[in-house]
Each structure stands twice: as C-alpha cells, then as structure tokens.
C-alpha cells in the first residue's frame, strides 16, 4: 500500500522534470528525449518559429525552464564571459549579463570556445561555469547574481569542456587540466566548497626518452559527469584523463577506477543502466567500454564486459535507448550498437564533421554536424535515413527539446523548430 500511495507522485515528479531541459543532454543527461511531435523536415524558410542571434563565439548547449531559455557566450579572445537569457516562446533576449572580465585567458584552442560549458538549471536558480575562469549562482527571476567563484586553478590547456551538474544540494564539477585534476562538489546555496578529490593518478606526457614532461594533452578531459543509483546506492561517474572514476556523490569517496590508457583525453557523458557503465575513453585511439559494478561499488579490470574499438566519436556523447547505443564519430560514421554484447549492428556514413551530440525523440535519431545539417534515422535494428535538413550555419552545440519543439544552436543563431 505504501508502494501504492507513492507511486502517483514519483510520476509526477518524473513527468514535471521532463517538462524542462535543465542540463546537458536533457532531464537526465542521457540525450534522450520524452516521445514527442518534433518535425523530420525543416529549413531556414520552413518550420522555424523564430531565430535569434546570439553575440560571441560559444558551443554551450541551451537549457530549458518553465518559459525561459538559457545560453552562455564569450567574446572571441575570451575577455568577456557573459549569460543570455531568452523567451523560449518568441526568442526575445531578456536578459544579456556580462558575468566576468578576464583580464589574462587562457590559450584555448580555435576549434574550442570560451564558453562550451553547458550550464544547469532548476527552479529560481541557474549555474553557469566557464571553468577555471568562473563559475556563478544567478537567480533566474531577476538575473542578480547570488554567489561567484573565480578561485579554482586549472590549466585548461585547450580550453574547458565539462559541465557542471546537480545532486542533491551540491553543484558538482569536473576540473581536469594540464595542471591539475581533480572532483569538487559545491553548495548550491552558498558557492562554498563540500568537498574536493583529487584525481588518484596522473598521466604526463612523455618525451622521446620516456620522461615526463609535465603540462599537456594526456592530463586533460572535458568529460561531464553523472549520477544514478547502482545497487541501491548513488553513484558519482566521472571521466578524466585515462580512467574513468567512481565516486561517492556526497563525500567525494574513491570506490573505483578503472584506467584507459588510449587515447588523449575524454569528453564524454558516461551513461549509467542498472549496475552496468557505458562510456568512451578518448581521443585519437579512443574507444566505447561497457563494465559492471559490483554490489559494494567497487570495480575494475574483471568486471570489464566490452570493448568497441571501431569508429568510437571524440567528442559526440553515444545515446543509450533501450537495447540500443547510437554514436557519430567525428568524421560522420554513425552506428547502432548493442549495449549487452557490444556488437555493431550498423555502421554507416551520414556525412559532415560531428561535434554535437546525436539526440533521440521517440523512434528517431538526430544528427546534427558542424556545417548545419541534421540527418534523422530511424532509432532501430536496420539503419533507415528519414530526413536531412540544412541550416545556414554549422552546430558545434547538443540540441535540446521544449515539448513538441528542436532547440537548434548555430555558431551564430539560436533557432526554434517547431
């Protein structure tokens, strides 16, 4: 009876969160989408509701609450880090804040931006992150700014990545740069430190002579984390340079980790089923791991079920629907894999260059690429192209959905599909 009573509300909760588009990659930062009416067709003269250009260079996706719509930019050297509010039902700009002034940025490399984070939020409030450069608490009703940080060092090499994500009371960021590597969860109220874990081991660059050589590619991510509950337990993932660590969200405690020593560095969103984790482990060599997690929340080489070494993306997140992951490499191969034996079950070229991440609505599958076309499949078994759409400008952010409409962000434009 007591399952009973609780239930209704459990849904409610569920179907009030789906009603937002507070982070990356959704409601529960998986890419997947509630079932809905978004169009298979569109163009710059078709089925688009409104476009709004947006100042600056910025590949962070748009978040969604209740009427507001969310993006950061920054000014293209970096000096000026600034928040933009929108009206997701007309696309006029609300609110433009400048949030910090950055006298000295860090190198950041043409193909990245100043503000590629993504930020969270929740009712009232929104967390904006720019990485070491910044991080800020504004209260969403009127724009002030509630509490900033500016103090975190870490030498983002190429420039920041990772998102921050919500658990509870904390605000949980990834810092893994050239310099330092390490975990840290904030009070949301406050800004202030919880808690702070350092990365339990640290890859170098080696020179020609198999010496270390400090700074450089092989110590930085621009992973995002996640959490799920895994054996009745909540489970903190998180990707940095090499290995994939487990920890616990409230304490920032090592249970695991499980080092991938391929590749350069990770920008992935590890996806989290049951006791099962699926993720990809860098670039260059990079590939897509499925592993088990034991009843204690440990694990490690033996609990490894699968490894996929062919056409695994850089810097696209892979999508887990059902049975089935769906991934777009870099250079426009997309596949379909099945997530209990790792086996591709297609394996075919979409065409263009990939950085944003794939989206599932329903039975279809989104893929939008750097030049501002976005091929739809159909999300099954046999591979199947049902659209292919062209916008002016390239799509370095993830998209996201409000109801039965594709939040599309352009290098330049912010557009409502619909």
Known sequence: ???????????????????????????????????????????????????TPIHGKAWSSPVIWGDQLWVTTATVDGHELSVVQLDKHTGKIVLDKKLFDIATPQFCHEFNSYASPTPVIEDGRIYVTYGSPGTACLDTKTGDVLWQRTDFVCNHFRGAGSSPILYGDLLIMNFDGSDHQFVVALDKHTGKTVWRTERS????????????????DFRKAYSTPQVAMVHGKPLLVSVGAKAVYGYDPLTG???????????????????????????????????????????????????????LRRSVPNKPVPVLRGDLIFMVDDGGIASCVDRHTG??????????????????IGDRVYFSNDAGKTVVV????????????????????????????????TKKDLYRIE
């Not at 909760?13 to 067709?41: C, E, K, R």
């Not at 078994?381 to 409000?402: T, Y």
């Open 343 to 360: 086996d591709l079950l297609w394996h075919e070229r979409v065409g263009g260059n990939y950085s944003a991440s794939p989206l599932v």
């Open 201 to 216: 081991i640290d890859f170098q660059d080696l020179d020609q002579n198999g010496k270390p050589q400090g700074d450089g």
């Open 378 to 409: 159909e999300a099954g078994r046999e591979f199947k192209i049902l659209a292919e759409n062209n916008l002016d400008d390239g799509c370095m952010a993830s998209p996201a959905v409000d109801g039965n409409a594709l939040i599309l962000r």
């Open 253 to 307: 405690k090592e249970h695991f980790r499980i080092e991938c020593r391929m590749g350069q560095a990770s920008s992935d969103r590890p996806a989290i089923v049951d006791d099962t984790v699926y993720f990809t482990t860098g670039w260059s060599k990079g590939q897509l791991w499925a592993f088990k997690v034991r009843p204690d929340l440990t694990a490690d080489d033996n609990t490894i079920d699968w490894q």
């Open 1 to 51: 009876m007591h399952l009973l009573r609780t239930l209704p509300v459990l849904l409610t909760v569920a179907m009030s969160a789906h009603a937002n588009w507070p982070q990356f990659l959704g409601p529960d930062g998986t890419g997947v989408a509630a079932p809905a009416d978004v169009p298979l067709h569109w163009s710059e003269t078709n089925h688009v509701k409104w476009k």
